[in-house]
């Protein structure tokens, strides 16, 4: 089974950035697509972004000018550039392979407030 650890979260400010990463193990992670989700209280998990085994990639509307996700196929990891960020970008965000497989990672919080 994979295993997911995020990391990268944290507080900023209204228009700035973070970077956040996934690493999966598994050797078969290059041949997965990959995403992103987030989630707030009270809310069902939302998928934010994917990113094929060739690196195509799909955003939702809402981040769609404003993040990017990548991947890096030899360290088993895909990250998610936030840029431009939001208040309602606050969230607690998850990687995990699309579709979703059934064990998630512990997520980073990601708190965009002045």
């Known amino acids: 089974q994979v295993q997911l650890v995020e990391s990268g979260g944290g507080l900023v400010q209204p228009g700035g950035s973070l970077r956040l990463s996934c690493v999966a193990s598994?050797?078969?992670?290059?041949?997965?697509?990959m995403g992103w989700y987030r989630q707030t209280p009270g809310k069902q998990r939302q998928l934010v972004a994917i990113?094929?085994?060739?690196?195509?990639?799909t955003l939702a509307e809402s981040v769609k000018e404003r993040f990017i996700i990548s991947r890096d196929n030899a360290k088993n990891t895909v990250f998610l550039q936030m840029n431009s960020l939001k208040p309602e970008d606050t969230a607690v965000y998850y990687c995990?392979?699309?579709?979703?497989?059934?064990?998630w990672g512990q997520g980073t919080q990601v708190t965009v407030s002045s």
């Open positions: 598994g050797s078969i992670f290059s041949i997965k697509t």
């Open positions: 990113i094929t085994s060739g690196g195509g990639t």
């Open positions: 995990n392979t699309f579709p979703t497989g059934p064990r």
